[in-house]
């Protein structure tokens, strides 16, 4: 058993360490919360969102776009490609970015019920509301 000395000089670096994932969910949230083209829903799943990754682990994101026709295809892209570089200079990790519209994660949930599973499970919502394929059915 161990016991945290907060007067300890490293105590705010430890602190800081065990709340890493807050820290990334808060500065997600406030990035995607910035976005002129907001997502129908953003979130956090695999390792990142179950605490269980090490220093080779991607930070896995689900964006469910809105439907988007040019210039704000464009300002899109701009935005996940600037939230892909931000992940990267916060954590040092790559960002996993599943990009989807809706009709897609529908086609994408019935096909490859694995990795719905894992959605449904894992999910820490950062932004708008799952929609129904990923929430999981009263049992």
Request: aromatic share 6%; charged share 30%.
């Amino acid at each position: 058993m161990y016991s945290l000395n907060y007067d300890h000089v490293l105590y705010r670096a430890v602190e800081a360490l065990l709340d890493a994932r807050q820290e990334l969910t808060r500065r997600l949230r406030e990035e995607i919360r910035g976005w002129v083209q907001e997502p129908a829903f953003a979130g956090l799943y695999g390792s990142a969102a179950r605490l269980d990754g090490d220093a080779d682990s991607d930070v896995d994101l689900l964006l469910i776009r809105p439907h988007l026709r040019a210039p704000a295809k464009q300002r899109w892209i701009k935005q996940v490609h600037k939230l892909r570089k931000s992940v990267h200079e916060w954590t040092g990790n790559n960002a996993d970015i599943t990009d989807l519209t809706a009709a897609q994660l529908k086609s994408r949930t019935r096909h490859n019920a694995e990795l719905a599973d894992v959605w449904r499970n894992d999910l820490v919502t950062l932004a708008g509301e799952a929609p129904n394929e990923l929430v999981i059915a009263a049992r």
